[in-house]
């Protein structure tokens, strides 16, 4: 059974720093897309940044290029989100979200991240 734990988040305030971390179990294969994905109040989920499964092409959403940086280790398949210079329009569940070669997805609990102003 794969099962992705999430730590890290908590609460900041604006221009502070959080880091968030997954680690992840159950997979037979390091072949996996990994990201991060957030949910604010009254919005839809949106990737925030992932890195793809071969080549390891990097994505940012917009509103966080240049102040956020994903990395993986394939070894023990976890993926952090080190996040810089938070805003309150940061608030939101961050979910970490993995993609197993079959493009099976496969999702963390959730972890809230609150930035105050």
């Known amino acids: 059974e794969v099962q992705l734990v999430e730590s890290g988040g908590g609460l900041a305030q604006t221009g502070g720093s959080l880091r968030l971390s997954c680690v992840a179990s159950?997979?037979?294969?390091?072949?996996?897309?990994v990201g991060w994905f957030r949910q604010g109040p009254g919005k839809q989920r949106e990737g925030v940044s992932c890195?793809?499964?071969?080549?390891?092409?990097?994505y940012y959403l917009a509103s966080v290029k240049g102040r956020c940086t994903i990395s993986r280790d394939n070894a023990k398949i976890t993926v952090t989100l080190q996040m810089n210079s938070l805003t309150p329009e940061d608030t939101a569940v961050y979910y970490c979200?993995?993609?197993?070669?079959?493009?099976?997805?496969?999702w963390g609990q959730g972890t809230q991240v609150t930035v105050s102003s």
């Open positions: 159950g997979f037979t294969s390091s072949d996996i897309a």
């Open positions: 890195i793809s499964k071969r080549d390891g092409y990097i």
């Open positions: 979200g993995m993609n197993d070669y079959y493009n099976r997805a496969y």
